[in-house]
């Protein structure tokens, strides 16, 4: 895309604009700009992302040394200034910057801890596009989680693999890394020949000349920076094609799957196969599929002990990789990814969803009631140790109680309002945020205007035992 010219708050024009805003009553905000906040206030990672402005596009260019293990990176990121800004933060974790512009004229730059901070040469005015263009390279760090789990950068045998849930999408890239701002990506990467690259969305084009093979990846819907993902490896790609609920005259959606040669099995080639039809069944469930690439990406990364659902191509290590592993992470486009938690106390919209995906697929496929799954479910003492919606610390947002009480609260609510307007609620809840955010209050104001007054003393009991109650019910 191009940015319109920015328009600009000059040391001239600020006393004018001062005498503006007075006029017009204005306060709070100085007419001087002010750097952005270094954080959104997550209440689990409140350094997290970053004030003062919201990406639109962020358009990467990555070569990767499998035998280093360095990137050589470009970022250039379109954002909107929503204030009057002196200077922005960036989230990075690691790596160098060798350099800053925005809008074409070097920047100066600052860097503390996974903060970097860019100060313009000019200040940028509220609602001005402009453009970051930061060069940087150096060995992506693997991070460990809160609840000591791995992600960020991870090498695998011959590549690597870049998974970002909740913190770690900050190793390989500068930017807004908080939920809140989805934006667009481009994503080109250069890996030497013999090896593939792959990302989100559509592949673009792939060229191989002088021993490197690049590759262009886009996609045009918009995504939270934990889903982003890269991943090199020496693969297979399989490809198909899926309609997944989308209009007749609509095309078909481009399915692309890589696989790790060693990683693959008559079970795993299998499973990568029945990816059109799951699309499809959950199409049924959850309505038309909402993003226009799907596929899977397979591999042996060391220590990667979970899959994570990154947008149009959710990662499996081939540990984690199975049919009900598969079908979790295939709804989180839905339930996750087009609507995507407001903050990380918003985490079990996603799990709970998806996990309850993995309930309706046992209803479906396997002659498993989902009331069967409820009541596993509910005599795990895992589940119970807090409340789905209020994780007590930052390492505990994807423990079980985010996943199978989170299962339990749709499982209520589908009790408490009956079939038809519970699967009304699992199309209705992504449609109506497609692409956007939403927090546990508006999928509780939510679920309450589609069932009705009738429903709502039930409702009531449901988020006041299952949602926030502390203990456990007496009974299911
Ligand atoms: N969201 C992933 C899934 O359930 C799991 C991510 C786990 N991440 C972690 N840091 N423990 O599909
Ligand atoms: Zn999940």
Redesign the pocket.
């Known amino acids: 895309r191009t940015a319109p010219r920015p328009r600009r708050i000059t040391a001239r024009a600020a006393p004018v604009a001062a005498a503006l805003l007075l006029v017009a009553g204005c306060s709070g905000v100085g007419v001087e700009g002010t750097p952005g906040a270094a954080g959104l206030r997550d209440p689990y990672f409140p350094k997290l992302g970053n004030g003062g402005y919201d990406v639109r596009h962020y358009a990467l260019n990555i070569a990767y040394d499998p035998r280093t293990r360095r990137i050589e990176a470009t970022a250039d990121i379109t954002a909107a200034a929503t204030q009057n800004l002196s200077a922005f933060n960036l989230d990075l974790a690691g790596l160098t910057v060798r350099s800053a512009a925005v809008d074409g004229a070097t920047a100066s730059y600052r860097r503390a801890g996974k903060e970097l901070t860019v100060r313009p040469r000019e200040e940028l005015g509220k609602g001005t596009v402009f453009r970051t263009r930061l060069v940087y390279a150096g060995v992506p760090e693997t991070i460990t989680?809160p609840?000591g789990?791995?992600?960020g950068w991870l090498p695998t045998a011959d590549g690597a693999l870049a998974v970002g849930?909740?913190t770690g999408s900050m190793a390989w890239f500068p930017g807004n890394h908080h939920p809140s701002d989805k934006a667009t990506y481009t994503v080109t990467l250069s890996v030497p020949a013999g090896l593939k690259a792959v990302s989100n969305g559509r592949l673009v084009s792939e060229r191989t000349a002088n021993g490197r093979t690049t590759a262009v990846w886009n996609a045009p819907e918009p995504m939270a920076s934990y889903l982003a993902t890269v991943a090199i490896g020496a693969y297979r790609t399989t490809t198909g094609t899926v309609r997944a609920g989308k209009p007749a005259d609509a095309p078909a959606v481009p399915v692309l799957s890589v696989i790790d040669p060693a990683a693959a099995d008559a079970e795993a080639d299998g499973l990568l196969a029945r990816i059109p039809e799951l699309l499809d069944w959950e199409a049924e469930n959850f309505g038309p599929y909402p993003f226009s690439a799907a596929g899977a990406i397979v591999d042996r990364p060391g220590d990667l002990?979970?899959?994570?659902?990154t947008q149009t191509r959710?990662v499996f290590p081939r540990t984690a990789f199975d049919a009900p592993?598969l079908v979790?992470?295939l709804a989180?486009q839905w339930y996750?990814n087009s609507v995507t938690p407001e903050t990380w106390r918003d985490m079990w919209l996603?799990?709970g969803f998806?996990t309850y995906a993995e309930w309706l697929y046992a209803e479906d496929f396997e002659d498993v009631p989902a009331q069967d799954s409820f009541t596993e479910a509910f005599d795990d003492d895992a589940n119970w140790a807090f409340p789905p919606a209020d994780p007590p610390e930052a390492e505990n947002?994807?423990d079980a109680p985010v996943?199978g009480r989170g299962a339990m609260v749709l499982h209520k609510v589908r009790q408490a309002v009956g079939d038809d307007a519970f699967f009304e609620i699992l199309r209705g809840w992504p449609a109506k945020y497609r692409y956007a955010n939403a927090s546990t209050d508006d999928f509780t104001a939510y679920v309450e205007d589609v069932a009705g007054e009738d429903a709502q003393d039930d409702l009531d009991e449901v988020w006041d035992v299952w949602l926030y109650g502390d203990g456990k019910p007496d009974g299911p």
């Open positions: 989680d609840d789990s791995e992600e849930e909740p002990g979970y899959a994570l659902e959710p592993t979790h992470e989180h996750g996603n799990e998806a947002i994807s996943y």
